[in-house]
């Protein structure tokens, strides 16, 4: 591959903004990354920020996403539980186990979505 600005020079990399074949002297090292020189510096050095703000995100969401589910199943028993405990709460014991049912649905959906982030 020949560089784009530079036809008779082989090129070293590719720019991560814009795509273009670069040669050593059109090249610019960005955290590890190639672009530009002084045309998309700044531009990858975005990209690379927003590249490790997602993967933060990520590691972060990945830390609570039982949670939800899991507080759907214990309030469900809860409300199930009132509803066995206390006489005139008999909708309580329904109204209980459907929000179990949500919760349980809840938590194979976010499993089933783990199990594709990891794939």
Not at 15 to 41: N, S
Not at 80 to 91: P, S, V, Y
Request: overall charge positive.
């Amino acid at each position: 591959m020949r560089c784009y600005n530079h036809h008779d020079k082989d090129a070293v990399g590719i720019c991560r903004f814009c795509g273009r074949a670069l040669c050593p002297g059109c090249a610019a090292e960005v955290e590890k990354a190639v672009a530009c020189r002084d045309r998309c510096e700044t531009d990858v050095a975005t990209i690379l920020s927003i590249n490790r703000n997602a993967l933060q995100y990520a590691r972060t969401t990945k830390q609570v996403r039982y949670l939800g589910p899991v507080m759907f199943i214990a309030i469900g028993v809860l409300i199930a539980w009132m509803g066995t405990r206390f006489r005139d709460f008999e909708f309580a014991i329904y109204a209980g186990a459907a929000v179990v049912v949500v919760g349980v649905a809840f938590l194979v959906i976010q499993h089933r979505m783990a199990k594709g982030l990891k794939a």
